[in-house]
């Protein structure tokens, strides 16, 4: 048997008008694969139809890793890690899924690489005192080609979104509050709690005052962000980097756990 048919790729839970949709894969740091792109993916359609849910948070199970990011070792197999029948939702299934229903990201511990591309899609962001932050894709010959390269510098100062971009290095919880990439860090065991407690401070207003509020502060219309000279550029630049040596070394390299030899080529 596979994990996909005897471990569900995400778990969710009702708390009241609050859909609490958990990423389901602790043995690998919660790395996004197919399986769990198409379940958050679906878990989102399923909040999205249900009025009576008003607020999503996203976590990741377990207490190392919100989510590691993309599972390098299945991109080093070939496999595809979006959702096969609906690749359009994107990484994850969230990070080009926009829904009208308000998300918190819950992020408990590292979220590297698309682990902060999905913080940096989801509406709020409440961190747990060990979360850290970072886009390290250029240590592995990639880039953060969910959204991160464009997103991390629309949401925090330039400068600053640039060195951790440009270096891969990561950021403390602290910082990211500091920087104004979180709304709130609090103490790891009441990470949870926080979290519905603010979804629930959204769930008690009008539903349909709210869902508006959202469309028109990002800017959407008939159900998505237009955000497509972003998406071009990106698309073009991975296309472009996935026919380099250096593209195909840094995976191999993680999988075999040893340091990259760039050639730039």
Same mark, same amino acid.
């Given at each position: 048997?596979?994990?996909?048919?005897?471990?569900?790729?995400?778990?969710?839970?009702?708390?009241?008008?609050?859909?609490?949709?958990?990423?389901?894969?602790?043995?690998?740091?919660?790395?996004?694969?197919?399986?769990?792109?198409?379940?958050?993916?679906?878990?989102?359609?399923?909040?999205?139809?249900?009025?009576?849910?008003?607020?999503?948070?996203?976590?990741?199970?377990?207490?190392?890793?919100?989510?590691?990011?993309?599972?390098?070792?299945?991109?080093?197999?070939?496999?595809?890690?979006?959702?096969?029948?609906?690749?359009?939702?994107?990484?994850?299934?969230?990070?080009?899924?926009?829904?009208?229903?308000?998300?918190?990201?819950?992020?408990?511990? !590292? @979220? +590297?690489?698309?682990?902060?591309? $999905? =913080?940096?899609? %989801?509406? /709020?962001? #409440?961190? &747990?005192?060990?979360? *850290?932050?970072?886009?390290?894709?250029?240590?592995?010959?990639?880039?953060?080609?969910?959204?991160?390269?464009?997103?991390?510098?629309?949401?925090?100062?330039?400068?600053?979104?640039?060195?951790?971009?440009?270096?891969?290095?990561?950021?403390?919880?602290?910082?990211?509050?500091?920087?104004?990439?979180?709304?709130?860090?609090?103490?790891?065991?009441?990470?949870?709690? !926080? @979290? +519905?407690?603010?979804?629930?401070? $959204? =769930?008690?207003? %009008?539903? /349909?005052? #709210?869902? &508006?509020?959202?469309? *028109?502060?990002?800017?959407?219309?008939?159900?998505?962000?237009?955000?497509?000279?972003?998406?071009?550029?990106?698309?073009?630049?991975?296309?472009?980097?996935?026919?380099?040596?250096?593209?195909?070394?840094?995976?191999?390299?993680?999988?075999?756990?040893?340091?990259?030899?760039?050639?730039?080529?």
């Amino acid at each position: 048997m596979t994990e996909a048919t005897t471990t569900p790729a995400a778990l969710t839970e009702r708390h009241g008008h609050v859909l609490v949709v958990t990423i389901n894969r602790p043995e690998a740091r919660n790395a996004i694969n197919g399986a769990v792109s198409s379940a958050l993916g679906q878990a989102l359609e399923d909040a999205e139809a249900d009025p009576d849910i008003r607020a999503i948070v996203l976590t990741g199970s377990g207490d190392k890793a919100f989510c590691a990011g993309a599972d390098l070792k299945a991109i080093s197999r070939g496999e595809n890690i979006y959702a096969p029948n609906n690749p359009e939702w994107g990484f994850a299934g969230f990070v080009r899924h926009f829904v009208n229903v308000p998300t918190i990201a819950a992020v408990n511990g !590292a @979220a +590297l690489g698309g682990g902060t591309e $999905i =913080a940096l899609t %989801a509406d /709020l962001v #409440v961190a &747990a005192e060990s979360a *850290v932050f970072g886009l390290p894709e250029v240590k592995r010959g990639l880039f953060a080609g969910a959204g991160g390269v464009f997103r991390l510098p629309q949401q925090i100062p330039r400068r600053l979104a640039m060195e951790m971009i440009l270096t891969g290095d990561p950021i403390t919880a602290e910082q990211a509050l500091e920087y104004g990439l979180i709304n709130r860090v609090v103490p790891d065991d009441q990470l949870l709690d !926080a @979290a +519905l407690e603010l979804a629930n401070r $959204i =769930a008690v207003n %009008a539903p /349909l005052s #709210v869902q &508006a509020s959202k469309r *028109v502060a990002y800017g959407a219309r008939e159900g998505s962000v237009d955000e497509t000279a972003s998406w071009e550029d990106t698309g073009r630049e991975w296309a472009a980097l996935m026919q380099t040596e250096d593209f195909k070394e840094g995976p191999l390299a993680f999988a075999q756990k040893r340091a990259p030899v760039w050639k730039g080529r």
